[in-house]
């Protein structure tokens, strides 16, 4: 307000008195409203990290509930597959069997039916039924809870077994197939497994002549199996339940030959993410607490800051901190990965070399068995099976070599044992060992060029690898009845070109990776 007119004017003292009253509450509420302005960008910055934190911690739990249930899902899926197959693999191999024709359906005999397929079957593999349909699918054997009948109204087939007897008589007259569902039959869950009856090398003539016999197996899914079947796989709970949804459990169907679900498999899936929210919240609620303390401190600091440069000074050395936190994050990233990789590397090492001591074992006594080395074997199953462990065993011994090659090459370990090498031998070599490949996928491999000298300097070890390397390759991109030439020939300057040649479909153009090989040192 303008002061009341007098009849002096007024002193210049007056005035400056006066312009000394006002102009400080000029400068008070101007750098008032500045440290409001401050404050707020701070205020967002912590509330904004709060709510980033609850988000990332719930977000966290959600995930790892969802790993839980995916890898709980996975197990039993797992556990399904191996029950079926441990089911599929006695009926095909009981089916695919002499003795099973001769005694079944050309002539058949109670007392082998009894001691193989029935009774035997039963106690000692643990079906709870079997079925033995003719041609006509009329029931010639059945076995039920270890009482065994040839009567054909003892055990008639449901229409879901006949199904499967049908799709098994669709399988390979040489190679032949169990087809294997889940069926209910009165209320009862069972693992169901069909196979033909077929001799082991049929004859040409007869193939496709007749109609084949059906050998079933079938192994009950009770209480007591399940629950064994949950300890097994680490599934808390697990049973059977008729309806998919089911509070606090987790399903999966298990489905017949049509796909549809005959039963429901159930499991509690323990969720670790919820677990952690409950056993910390008290915690966290007390963490929060202080750290909203600790912001309401703050934020009473920042308003009490007198001038601009201690607010800047306050926001530099802010900076300043968060730029050094972050770099100790880095510098500690850095570390966990180094020391991850190397724990890797090492794992790989030590995985390998523990397995190569009980797999030799396994080779060496495989090679005895195939060899009949104590005397002939009761049967040429024996063999047969004994050979296949120990080709299995040898190229199972040949992959964890070469995880043992490259854990050396990334870790700058692998050495080369360079010396004259004659190519040609090392190429015989090569398709010495691959030869029963190519025979079972009925391939011809052979060496159609030699021309010139063919000697280099290298070390015949990897050099073997890498050749049978790319044989294998060209194997499994050529059809059945292709053929794979191996040339040796001069390339000019002093260099050799080795080449393998085959007609399959090839792969795509890429810059070639050299890396694990320019990590060996000479």
């Excluded at 009849?7 to 750098?31: E, F, M, N, T, Y």
């Excluded at 007749?210 to 796989?233: K, M, N, P, Q």
């Excluded at 459990?249 to 489905?255: E, I, S, V, Y």
Aim: aromatic share 6%.
């Amino acid at each position: 307000m303008r002061p009341p007119a007098t009849d002096k004017p007024a002193s210049s003292s007056v005035v400056a008195a006066r312009a000394a009253r006002v102009l400080p509450s000029r400068g008070r509420a101007s750098k008032g409203e500045t440290k409001q302005k401050s404050i707020r960008p701070l205020a967002a910055v912590l509330a904004i990290f709060c709510l980033a934190m609850l988000g990332l911690l719930f977000a966290g739990s959600l995930e790892l509930d969802h790993f839980a249930r995916n890898q709980a899902r996975s197990l039993a899926e797992t556990a399904v597959a191996k029950s079926v197959a441990d089911v599929a693999f006695i009926t095909r191999d009981y089916g695919f069997w002499d003795a099973a024709v001769a005694s079944l359906t050309e002539s058949f005999d109670a007392e082998w039916a009894n001691d193989n397929v029935g009774e035997y079957a039963s106690d000692a593999l643990d079906m709870s039924r079997t079925l033995v349909l003719g041609p006509d699918n009329q029931t010639v054997y059945a076995m039920k809870d270890g009482t065994v009948s040839s009567d054909p109204s003892f055990f008639s087939p449901p229409p879901s077994l006949l199904r499967l007897a049908d799709l098994a008589r669709s399988t390979s007259w040489e190679d032949p197939q169990a087809v294997s569902s889940f069926v209910s039959i009165d209320g009862e869950i069972f693992i169901a497994s069909a196979s033909v009856i077929t001799p082991e090398k049929p004859k040409p003539q007869t193939i496709g002549s007749f109609t084949r016999c059906i050998l079933i197996f079938l192994r009950a899914l009770d209480e007591e199996s399940v629950a064994e079947l949950g300890s097994s796989y680490l599934l808390p709970d697990l049973r059977l339940q008729n309806n998919e949804a089911s509070d606090g459990f987790d399903t999966l169907p298990l489905l017949d030959d049509t796909d549809q679900a005959v039963v429901h498999l159930a499991w509690r899936t323990p969720l670790p993410g919820q677990t952690f929210l409950k056993q910390t919240a008290p915690w966290m609620a007390a963490i929060f607490l202080i750290l909203a303390g600790l912001i309401v401190m703050a934020l009473k600091r920042a308003y009490a800051q007198a001038t601009v440069v201690e607010r800047l000074n306050d926001e530099l050395l802010q900076r300043s901190g968060d730029l050094e936190h972050s770099r100790g994050n880095l510098v500690k990233a850095l570390k966990v990965a180094v020391e991850a990789n190397k724990a890797k590397a090492d794992f790989l090492a030590v995985m390998s070399h523990e397995l190569r001591t009980p797999l030799n074992a396994v080779i060496g006594f495989s090679d005895l068995i195939r060899n009949q080395a104590f005397g002939p074997l009761g049967h040429r199953k024996y063999v047969e099976y004994g050979h296949d462990i120990f080709t299995s065993g040898q190229h199972l011994l040949s992959l964890i070599s070469e995880i043992l090659d490259i854990t050396r090459a990334n870790a700058g370990t692998l050495t080369l044992d360079l010396h004259p090498v004659e190519l040609a031998k090392l190429a015989d070599k090569c398709l010495t060992l691959m030869t029963p490949q190519a025979v079972r996928q009925r391939i011809s491999v052979d060496v159609v060029d030699r021309r010139g000298p063919n000697i280099v300097m290298g070390d015949e070890v990897r050099l073997t690898q890498i050749l049978t390397n790319l044989i294998n390759n060209a194997m499994k991109s050529s059809p059945e009845g292709g053929r794979i030439r191996i040339k040796i020939s001069p390339a000019g300057q002093g260099e050799i070109a080795l080449r393998v040649i085959d007609r399959g479909c090839g792969i795509l153009t890429c810059p070639p990776e050299t890396g694990p090989f320019e990590a060996g040192k000479f």
